[in-house]
């Protein structure tokens, strides 16, 4: 199955950590392959990295618009590994009940990642694992393939007053 | 901060799981609290258990609409302990940072809680704690008083075509 967790709304990435815990806790094994997070920043990595049946994968973990002095030609290179790590996964036997694909709508997105290929490697593992693809603004291409797709819609925010990202709540 | 999870589409529990999880890799103590869920058949709750600084505490595990032979007086009665909980909470000096009310929505939709006086121990609670509470159909009334508002939006789900809930998915 293929599902895709979009929109500008809160909830996409704490929804596929919620689903990674669920699975875990069904005796499943789960690969998370990260975009763009920096590690030990957000307080979920310091509680899955502990846990048994997860493989914790982490690219280009500087985006641009969030860290000065990274260039666009940089995160795209930095991407690459995470492309390759597809690959190896689309080529090897079934390892994982789950494969979580966190913020790759990003990388599609500003074209650090070749929407096509992506989309090729998706349908491949979708057909050996579940596939979680997170990030706001899913490509149609995707979502056309996909089987489970929410859009987390925003509401009410609260940095629409002002209120800056806090701790255990954004990160 | 006042966190409503509501919305038709998949997430609104996983989001929040997510969340107890991001909030305990920060260190924080998590109180989450559970309506008209089964234990030991949804996987998290096997990972969820087992943390540190997680108290957890579920009532009226079955819900009239999902399992036969629970009367809605029944399940009314057994709501109550749910919010003697959560009046001990706002009566006692703080003891969480994140307080998690899971389904809640569906206690006031089906008039199990009585929704002013739920609205007055959030209002109060959110005081001293983060608050989370989930399940569809929030009431405007709780959605006035709070921060931020996710509506879990279901663009496409294989419900739809007649694919059953899975495990490690659903639940």
Do not use: W
Request: hydrophobic share 40%; aromatic share 8%; proline share 3%.
């Amino acid at each position: 199955m293929i599902i895709v967790n979009t929109g500008d709304g809160k909830g996409k990435t704490t929804a596929a950590i919620g689903q990674i815990i669920r699975s875990l806790g069904q005796g499943f094994k789960v690969c998370l392959i990260q975009l763009f997070k920096g590690e030990s920043f957000y307080g979920e990595q310091k509680i899955l990295t502990k846990l048994d049946n997860l493989d914790f994968f982490s690219f280009s973990k500087e985006h641009p618009f969030c860290i000065k002095g990274v260039s666009l030609q940089e995160a795209a290179e930095r991407c690459k590994p995470a492309l390759e790590k597809l690959k190896e996964l689309a080529n090897e036997p079934k390892k994982y009940d789950l494969i979580v694909l966190e913020e790759f709508n990003i990388s599609l997105r500003d074209n650090f990642i070749n929407k096509n290929e992506f989309i090729g490697l998706v349908k491949a593992l979708s057909e050996k694992s579940d596939i979680i693809i997170t990030g706001r603004g899913a490509p149609q291409e995707l979502t056309d393939i996909a089987d489970l797709v929410t859009e987390m819609k925003e509401i009410k925010h609260p940095y629409n007053k002002g209120v800056k990202a806090r701790k255990g709540i954004e990160f």
